[in-house]
């Protein structure tokens, strides 16, 4: 783990600009991702819910899901953007990070409100793979 860069930084941005489009009436905490492809591409996505929680879809998922859709397969940066003053990314959501992770990708987050870089290794070390 180590300070957000300047370039982290940016795409931190992207991730609270797409905090905006959250659509997040049941609990009112949107939280926006942006996600950069191998080809510096970046997909920006928020979450979102539905009456039945368990089909809620968190924002780095949704980010992971358009970018595919728009045929980016790997990926070697995201940020997440919420309201609180910490929002890592939630289990399910590293481990669809780290499918389509590229060696080293980095996962920037704020923490205690500070905003940190960890790498996909660090914040899952044994992820699942087939």
């Known amino acids: 783990m180590r300070p957000a860069d300047d370039h982290e930084r940016a795409l931190h941005r992207q991730a609270e600009e797409a905090r905006q489009r959250a659509y997040v009436p049941y609990s009112d905490f949107p939280v926006g991702?942006?996600?950069?492809?191998?080809?510096?591409?970046v997909v920006t996505a928020g979450?979102?819910?539905?009456?039945?929680?368990?089909l809620t879809i968190c924002a780095e998922r949704?980010?992971?899901?358009r970018a595919v859709a728009e045929g980016h397969r790997r990926f070697r940066a995201?940020?997440?953007?919420g309201v609180a003053a910490s929002v890592p990314p939630c289990g399910a959501c590293r481990q669809v990070?780290?499918?389509f992770a590229l060696p080293?990708?980095?996962?920037t987050f704020p923490e205690d409100g500070v905003?940190?870089?960890?790498?996909v290794e660090e914040i899952l070390p044994a992820s699942f793979r087939l």
């Open 33 to 41: 991702a942006a996600l950069e492809s191998e080809e510096g591409a």
């Open 47 to 54: 979450n979102v819910e539905n009456a039945s929680y368990g």
């Open 62 to 65: 949704s980010a992971v899901v």
């Open 78 to 81: 995201v940020a997440v953007a």
């Open 97 to 99: 990070l780290a499918e």
């Open 104 to 107: 080293g990708m980095t996962i």
């Open 115 to 119: 905003l940190v870089t960890y790498t």
